[in-house]
């Protein structure tokens, strides 16, 4: 009986949401190493946690190691093996090279003398820019849940009334005060969360307490008293938003991470002390401090770049949904399209606190609404696609479309990549014609969508819904007329053939 400890690859991918993509790049990766006929198990970091994971002999015993993530799946643990660490959508697109650059890989670190596997002058490095997406990625991926728990919960409290969690209204209702009250403590949570896990992921656990500590300052400011305008404890601040919580978190990872270099020559019984007592002290005044002191210049900072997207509002729903429709099917899921909606729950956190009926609360349900449009349509081309140009389409490809349905109603772009894959010219573009459209004329209808996350399973709570989805099947029926037209195009010039992947 063969090892079971012994993979000629292991792997571990996670992607911010830990939904789809995740899953793609272990799909991917399977697939790849059972063509050339290696082992392989993959470790998933999904929304649920870690699955399938890896024990410390399987890593020993591989020969080299693929790391397919956009999040912190510990990486450290491979050092000294030969080792690949990419973006997770690296290895849904081409994850035989992947394994073959691994194999190849130099290995460095403590465990490089024990093995065996082959070496090269190629050193597999992972590149600053995704060493600080990945560390981003790994706080968004937290504070996602928290967007979906306290938007959605906030947004069903409307259905008794939109003033209903108001005692002093006539639509007052008891249970809808309380799921607004606990959708707004998950939706400020937010922030502090973000930050933690941006910290966790470059300080590991002691980064935890600057980071909550630095995004709770993101949120409050720095608290001026009104009458003396000197720092008071009791005053009130400006916050300073998603923005400060970014710089909060990467602030607390690299204290901790300068702290640690700076007491690494206390004696070796005294690591306890640090770890509860100097780390956390000593950290959370160093951030503080400095978060309390750019808290001028960054709360300026937010509300500029709040300004300038009210400002593209004015330039017209065109030129804004445009903006939003192409930067959500870039790529799907990726640092681009999270940079839509994370922007858009930015403004949608904002609406809900400023109330209903306010220009604040109009403008950031409509964006968001136009963000989750612009995110639904991809995935609908593909089952559009699919069941009208089912001829010019493989029997798996046609599987994938019918379940994208599913996948686009629910909130879910990452069904679309595949397909995108294959062909990014003119896949890429047609996805972005449908999903523009379909951002534009939500704009234009004037929807308003108070539920971050969910799909049409928030419909009951969407102002304008069934626009709304006028907007999206519009948006996926021209983008899916133009897919079929492209894979027509591709079929004729086969020979009247589908083009096999």
């Known amino acids: 009986m063969a090892d079971e400890s012994k993979y000629d690859i292991v792997a571990a991918t996670g992607c911010p949401t830990g939904i789809a993509h995740t899953f793609m790049a272990k799909e991917a990766l399977e697939k790849a190493a059972a063509a050339k ?4 198990k993959v470790e998933t970091h999904g929304q649920v946690g870690v699955e399938n994971e890896l024990t410390a002999a399987e890593i020993r015993n591989a020969k080299a190691v693929v790391v397919a993530a956009d999040k912190d799946v510990q990486a450290e643990r491979f050092a000294g ?8 959508t690296a290895a849904i697109k081409d994850a035989e090279g992947l394994i073959d650059r691994a194999l190849v890989a130099q290995p460095e670190g403590e465990l490089a003398e024990a093995d065996d596997a082959p070496v090269s002058s190629t050193i597999e490095k992972e590149s600053v820019g995704h060493t600080i997406y990945k560390h981003l990625m790994n706080g968004v991926s937290h504070m996602l849940v928290f967007v979906v728990a306290g938007g959605v ?12 969690f108001s005692s002093t209204e ?17 939706m400020g949570l937010m922030v502090p969360v973000l930050s933690a896990y941006i910290a966790e992921s470059i300080g590991k656990r002691p980064a935890l307490v600057p980071g909550f500590v630095a995004g709770m300052i993101a949120i409050q400011g720095l608290p001026i008293n009104p009458n003396t305008g000197m720092i008071d404890a009791v005053g009130a601040g400006v916050g300073f938003g998603f923005l400060g919580g970014i710089v909060g978190g990467f602030l607390a990872g690299y204290v901790i991470v300068g702290l640690e270099k700076l007491l690494s020559g206390l004696p070796k019984n005294l690591d306890g002390l640090k770890a509860i007592f100097l780390y956390p002290l000593l950290s959370t005044t160093i951030v503080g401090l400095v978060m309390l002191g750019i808290s001028g210049p960054m709360a300026a900072i937010n509300t500029g770049m709040m300004n300038f997207l009210r400002g593209l509002s004015a330039s017209g729903p065109i030129v804004l949904g445009l903006a939003i429709g192409c930067m959500c099917a870039f790529d799907m899921g990726g640092p681009v399209n999270k940079a839509a909606y994370v922007t858009g729950t930015a403004l949608l956190t904002e609406a809900l606190n400023a109330g209903i009926g306010t220009p604040t609360y109009e403008f950031g349900t409509n964006f968001m609404a136009a ?38 109603c629910t909130h879910i772009t990452e069904g679309a990549i595949p397909f995108m894959t294959k062909n990014i010219w003119p896949v890429m573009p047609i996805m972005m ?39 999206i099947l519009i948006g996926a029926v021209v983008g899916g007329i133009l897919f079929v037209a492209f894979k027509a195009y591709e079929y004729r010039k086969n020979g009247d053939k589908i083009v096999e992947d």
Do not use: E, Q, R
């Open 371 to 408: 963000v989750s449009a612009a995110c639904i349509v991809p995935p609908l081309i593909t089952t559009f696609a699919v069941v009208v140009g089912k001829k010019y389409f493989t029997k798996p490809d046609f599987n994938a479309g019918l379940v994208n349905f599913i996948l686009g």
């Open 170 to 186: 006539a639509d007052y209702n008891s249970f809808a005060a309380m799921l607004k009250i606990i959708g707004g403590i998950a």
């Open 153 to 164: 919960l906030t947004a069903v409290s409307f259905l008794w009334g939109i003033t209903s």
């Open 81 to 88: 093996k030969p080792m690949v660490n990419v973006g997770v």
């Open 433 to 471: 014609i449908g999903s523009s459209i379909g951002s534009i004329l939500t704009l234009l209808f004037g929807v308003h969508d108070p539920a971050p996350h969910g799909g049409f399973l928030v419909l009951p709570v969407v102002d304008g819904g069934l626009k709304w989805v006028l907007a």
């Open 37 to 40: 006929g290696l082992t392989i």
